[in-house]
């Protein structure tokens, strides 16, 4: 199963590559349905869209809950390469996503473990599985390769860097 996500992970930071490309912070997200196949895609278009719900993790889900006429993906996967948010953590756990596998962690805000964790929460009443660190360098240096390219000329970040 390792491989088949690390697979997945490749394609997903071609895609955060693209969204880099057009100015939006490069995260990526795939649903997979529960034979693995894609049902929904996703990448960050905040910035494209004035969109403050433009998280590709969103983005994604919302194109699989359309494809599917449904809401509940009690049996399906995530990937994404940064760890969710709350607003997506907490999305997720409302879609009762059977699994999430990330990338890069986020320390910062991270909600699947990073500065908490929405999944085991008392207050969540669905718990889904969680694996991280799939493809974690090279999530992590794509966010810092694009964010170090975001610096003012007199050295401030244009953008907050979630990686450190």
Known sequence: METLYQWWMDRLLR????????????VAAVVLDPKGRAIGWGSN????????????????LSQASSLRHDWRFNQHTLLVTLEPCPMCAGALVQAR????????????????????????DASAHHHMEVI???????????LQAWFR????????????????
């Open 149 to 164: 390219q975001q610096r003012n000329p007199d050295g401030k970040q244009a953008a907050q860097d979630p990686t450190g």
């Open 45 to 60: 278009r905040r910035e494209g869209a004035q969109d403050p719900l433009g998280h590709a993790e969103l983005v994604a």
């Open 97 to 120: 996503m059977g699994r999430v596998v990330y990338g890069a962690s986020d320390p910062k805000r991270g909600a699947l473990g990073g500065c908490l964790n929405l999944s085991t």
């Open 15 to 26: 895609l955060a590559a693209k969204a880099g490309q057009r100015g939006e912070v490069p």
């Open 132 to 142: 991280s660190g799939v493809r974690a360098e090279a999530c992590r240096e794509q």
